[in-house]
T-cell receptor
Framework: GENVEQHPSTLSVQEGDSAVIKCTYSDSASNYFPWYKQELGKRPQLIIDIRSNVGEKKDQRIAVTLNKTAKHFSLHITETQPEDSAVYFCAAYGGSEKLVFGKGMKLTVNP | DTGVSQDPRHKITKRGQNVTFRCDPISEHNRLYWYRQTLGQGPEFLTYFQNEAQLEKSRLLSDRFSAERPKGSFSTLEIQRTEQGDSAMYLC???????????FGEGSWLTVV
């Protein structure tokens, strides 16, 4: 079945810096890659997603890239703000018709 | 905007008791998923429905767990004879159809004492 690896597990940046989270997946049939932000005690919130027919997608300060050949995808956050502090999960969806999540990355943005 | 709603939000129960969680998906969403999340981990898949049909169950879902989605609307997840290892947040999610964006509810926290 699908396996999603996510790294780093924690990241601390200064406000205004950029943050990058990287994920790899194993199932070449996976074709949809969402990213979720989860604050303590809250629901995973869908922030951006990308499908396998595009290589990059941007929404204001966040962007995702996908490399199907290498089976990895990344989340880029620019001009980070303290409210970006949360746990970020990548996930992959494909032949199994369910989301398989990475273990998450805790981002801390220091003011 | 009526997102995915779950009830109850928190449940404390004694070991051996049965508990039931309810999920109301976003209106017109055909797919409904149940996930379980423990502290410091990503959500783990439990089961999913396409309308009223339960299409897949994870090996994590022992025979003490049962899920239903009568009439393809709301869903219930029942845990019988709860164990301390069942303590987790149970997340429900829904999507319009296969391959579409998946939205999560706020979760139901279960503590088994």
């Amino acid at each position: 079945g699908e396996n999603v690896e996510q790294h780093p597990s924690t990241l601390s940046v200064q406000e205004g810096d950029s943050a990058v989270i990287k994920c790899t997946y194993s199932d070449s049939a996976s074709n949809y890659f969402p990213w979720y932000k989860q604050e303590l005690g809250k629901r995973p919130q869908l922030i951006i997603d990308i499908r396998s027919n595009v290589g990059e997608k941007k929404d204001q300060r966040i962007a995702v890239t996908l490399n199907k050949t290498a089976k990895h995808f990344s989340l880029h956050i620019t001009e980070t703000q303290p409210e970006d502090s949360a746990v970020y999960f990548c996930a992959a969806y494909g032949g199994s018709e369910k989301l398989v999540f990475g273990k998450g990355m805790k981002l801390t943005v220091n003011p | 905007d009526t997102g995915v709603s779950q009830d109850p939000r928190h449940k404390i129960t004694k070991r051996g008791q049965n508990v039931t969680f309810r999920c109301d998906p976003i209106s017109e969403h055909n797919r409904l998923y149940w996930y379980r999340q423990t502290l410091g981990q990503g959500p783990e898949f439990l089961t999913y429905f396409q309308n009223e049909a339960q299409l897949e169950k994870s090996r994590l879902l022992s025979d003490r767990f049962s899920a239903e989605r009568p009439k393809g609307s709301f869903s219930t997840l029942e845990i019988q004879r709860t164990e301390q290892g069942d303590s987790a947040m149970y997340l429900c999610a829904s999507s319009l159809d296969r391959g579409r964006s998946i939205y999560f509810g706020e979760g139901s926290w279960l503590t088994v004492v």
